[in-house]
T-cell receptor
Framework: GQSLEQPSEVTAVEGAIVQINCTYQ??????LSWYQQHDGGAPTFLSY????GLEETGRFSSFLSRSDSYGYLLLQELQMKDSASYFC????????????FGTGTRLLVSP | DGGITQSPKYLFRKEGQNVTLSCEQN?????MYWYRQDPGQGLRLIYY???????QKGDIAEGYSVSREKKESFPLTVTSAQKNPTAFYLC????????FGSGTRLTVV
């Protein structure tokens, strides 16, 4: 089966840096993606890593180590609006692009 | 603007009743998906379709049915056979990156 593990909740203050880890056990791994979801809203795409290393997009960066089956999302200069749930998701090469989601990490940013 | 539209936003169903959730996209994507999300949980795949007139069961298809008669549309029917249908339902389409609709919150009354 497929499994993704990430912390259930993380708290931080405005302006801080936070890292959300994701470890996965899957077959047919193709890439790792991160999505943000505000309460009651739709998940929105943040990043995608197919190769080892760091991808940076503004205040957000994502890292992948395929040999360790591990990735993380790094959020810098935290803002109140970053309070949301963050999901890691693995693309599986199963003949179509199947996306399997972790259970999500709830990030609470306080003033 | 291109995107995915789900309707209705909120839906109430009586026990034993079938209901259909609408999903329309104008992104010209071939692949479309239906996910279910329960409180505090991740998204679980119900059904997916890679092309018009073709669809496949996902991980939790029991009690659900779909159709894909047009590229733009992928409606989901929650049947009376679904024992615990109260959840947040998300439709997505993709050409690589996934794009999600704003969801339908279904409650059984």
């Amino acid at each position: 089966g497929q499994s993704l593990e990430q912390p259930s909740e993380v708290t931080a203050v405005e302006g801080a840096i936070v890292q959300i880890n994701c470890t996965y056990q899957t077959s047919g791994f193709y890439g790792l993606s991160w999505y943000q979801q505000h309460d009651g809203g739709a998940p929105t795409f943040l990043s995608y890593n197919a190769l080892d290393g760091l991808e940076e997009t503004g205040r957000f960066s994502s890292f992948l180590s395929r040999s360790d089956s591990y990735g993380y999302l790094l959020l810098q200069e935290l803002q109140m609006k970053d309070s949301a749930s963050y999901f890691c998701a693995v693309y599986l090469n199963t003949g179509f692009q199947k996306l399997v989601f972790g259970t999500g990490t709830r990030l609470l940013v306080s003033p | 603007d291109g995107g995915i539209t789900q309707s209705p936003k909120y839906l109430f169903r009586k026990e034993g009743q079938n209901v259909t959730l609408s999903c329309e996209q104008n992104l010209n994507h071939d692949a479309m998906y239906w996910y279910r999300q329960d409180p505090g949980q991740g998204l679980r795949l119900i059904y997916y379709s890679q092309i018009v007139n073709d669809f496949q069961k996902g991980d939790i298809a029991e009690g659900y049915s779909v159709s894909r008669e047009k590229k733009e549309s992928f409606p989901l029917t929650v049947t009376s056979a679904q024992k615990n249908p109260t959840a947040f339902y998300l439709c997505a389409s993709s050409m690589g990156r996934y794009f999600f609709g704003s969801g339908t919150r279904l409650t059984v009354v």
